[in-house]
């Protein structure tokens, strides 16, 4: 017997396996529905042009950047996950940098966090540059003292830790319904998907795409007077992305189904 | 210069520090609001009789019981953690057996798991009965494919982990709106408070108490069809406990204010 | 049938149940093996003594302190706990201070806490204030570039981090064999077993106890240069008791098998 | 200003930043320290023989297969990583397949599980199958009855659980010094580095590779009578894998230094 004469190994990703049913990420789509917590601020714009690649520019706002927590539920096209709760749910922060491609107004994200490796690999996929961390936001409850719910004066609250240290910390103090979703979460997002060389052969992936988004739902938004503190316990270069200014705080819930990739550059 | 001049350490609770504010648990009144699964089920009246203390019988539904996956926001009276969800949020899976105590139907806890420690401190000072474990449970989103919300045919999921193992799953198939609250979820619980000797002139603290609550909230309740599994990886008398018939199923949020304990026994 | 007929629920802690299998806590003796990183360092006297009861003072050598790093493994007195990893091993991080009762050199612990829940709820039927914490430090390894032992020029680190930021860091760059363990590792602990009121009846339990040790082991105890440091980040009366000097570091395994408690005051 | 005039930014993986300084990965070469619980076993020749793609066969042992736990401590080459024992240390549970390439003894690991998201994200980079689950091994300490040590009729334990789900445990009962270290522990890996399309334009990076190390180092081999089960709590294709004979338990610690890859095909 030879294994030549089997079928390859199969799956979307790793692990390979006969079936394909070991994969840990499952192919698109994906769909997700989160509550979120955003904060607008504005960086050195300086700074921010230093992490766009060839291709990007500033754009119409140059400074624009946004803090953003989310606590997600997802499933792919089958549904499957949801039965079980303990796979299905994560919670992200990601800031967010206004740019344009081609003039078309974007939002780059140089920096996210998961508290669970299934979207951090599939981050990686798409070119989120996904870390762990450990996010935790004011879950909204319909009752009680100690639930908070869209309403004036009602005060939402996320933070940021990583390997034990806090890295962010955001609030908003609601004070009534916005006009519109915050920009930066209404424009497509901007990827470079990167993936390491490893055999003196290899060039690394690297390729800027952008992402297919389906199904998108918003709730209606609140609007409020925000807080942001990022603190320098990381590298320099996400210290240079420290607000200079903040906006307005936002509440909301959001839905979209993730499709796929397209190609902008490489 | 002496200690014995200076103040003694003071506290709600250890750890106890000069001005009292390095205790772990803080003073009730403590406030609850969380989104509820709970599944009504029954036991062997035989087996749930052994869980009883004296002064308690099985009351006027022997056999009664119920499984309840929480996830709960809380504050103390200054309402000070709720701005730092890394600490305001736990969740919670618990037993109730239903019993009576001189005549007024109660619920017992036989078994009760959180995944943070400063609920399980505050448990055992109450008398629940609560241990480490991982908790997970659907949440509901107002949008989305991935977002279950309370309407006819919604299916809520939770699960229970203990030292990584599967200890129980429930769901239930939402059918509508539910007349009243279950049961179990409106009568007192009573418990055995209950804190082990240490030398040998000590005798243990034992003794059978009820809360005091104020400030319930409900939602309104959604009813469904329910499944519930607990799976035989600890003990035998855990195991005892299984069901021998799965009833109806609950989706709601409730709130309630814990103010402290009335004593019923010792 | 009634339940007043039945045995109660037994067990050495919660929850009880019939055949008292269930209890989280088994009875000691408890046997413990460990690895330890520890700072000796010196803290205001004043700041010390406001953290000992009376019974307590501040002994021959005021604002003596020290931090502890540990790693441990641990089993009751069947050794059972020993075939699952995933429950009997656990990480440590305490402060001590140098004190005495009745002329007697002991150490008091205001502080300190646990990566489980298990050593955590066993602290405090011993008075040991645990609360949960993330404590990582260097393990020893025999071989590799990336495996400190402990050998001259070696470099052990610890940190703990509390609800996402960090609060203590410590490390020790070993010169050679110490001539013996350090102080405050060789005297006993005296701690207050306190477990709050909850019914208008209730006292609280507050006693004064030490604990009765059997079985101390030490391996040989390295020495060497150490650093310390402890944020401020917590309340003040944890920032009190920063350092004020930073002595020797030590780098050893010591085993101790804990008995029970004798009572010196309450 | 345009982005474009800007040095585009860097790093040996994302997050991608102005300075390179913000990767999550370091550039190879990687240290590794380890102790090892290992277990030899036996599977179904046919299923493994379904895990190998084009390139490799069962070679000289068909069937022959092995579990292994490690829990290691890294570095990169400046060793910076070790002054923070939060991030540079991690467990691993593997199985591993025993295979061919052009003659040449390697073993596959069809499946992989790690506790840190570095080395997650490391082993993708590497074409190692990495997931995330929560590993337990028992920790050798030189003192006390809690503290297990390589020695004849000592005991040493193994876990994996995964989403809270138990999926391996193994046990090994020391009964000598082995002459040998276990064959499939001695022979290179043979990996699949895969990364998924996600444009339309890309082709899967799909590559055959096997690893480029240095540094080995082994302490004395302790060799005993193993138990391993696997639970079928996963998928078919990992169900194929369960023990059909279990061979020898091996106890060790191991060192090496992770170079880069070497292409074998694509």
């Known amino acids: 017997m030879t294994a030549t004469s089997l079928p390859t190994p199969v799956g979307y990703s790793l692990p390979l396996s006969p079936s394909g049913t070991s994969a840990m990420i499952t192919p698109p789509p994906w769909h997700f529905a989160g509550d979120v917590i955003m904060v607008d ?37 089958s549904g499957a996950e949801l039965a079980d ?53 004011t ?19 996320g933070s940021l830790s990583v390997s034990g240290r806090r890295v962010a910390e955001a609030s908003v103090k609601l004070t009534g ?27 690394p992936v690297s390729e800027l795409v952008t992402s297919e988004v389906t199904g998108v ?18 590298d320099g270069d996400f210290a240079a992305l420290a607000p200079v200014e903040i906006g307005a705080g936002y509440v909301f819930s959001y839905a979209e189904t993730l499709q796929g990739g397209r190609l902008l550059g490489s």
Do not use: N
């Open 41 to 77: 601020y504005r960086v050195d714009p300086d700074a921010a042009a230093r992490f766009l690649p060839p291709g990007l520019d500033l754009g119409p706002d140059p400074g624009a950047a946004a803090a953003v927590f989310a606590e997600w539920q997802w499933c792919s096209e």
């Open 85 to 137: 709760p303990a796979t299905c749910q994560f919670t992200e922060f990601l800031l967010l940098i206004g740019c344009s491609h081609e003039g078309r107004p974007m939002a780059r994200c140089p920096y996210a966090w998961v508290d669970q490796p299934v979207p951090l690999v599939r981050g990686w996929i798409q070119g989120m540059p996904k870390q762990f961390g450990a996010i935790h936001q």
């Open 177 to 203: 319904l916005a006009d519109e979703p915050p920009v930066l979460h209404t424009v497509p997002l901007v990827h470079t998907r990167y993936f390491p060389a490893w055999t003196p052969e290899d060039e």
């Open 217 to 234: 739902e918003f709730t209606p938004v609140w609007r409020g007077v925000a807080d942001l503190r990022l603190f320098d316990v990381l």
């Open 139 to 157: 879950r909204p409850k319909p009752v009680g003292v100690a639930g908070q719910r869209p309403a004036p004066g009602e005060r939402f609250h």
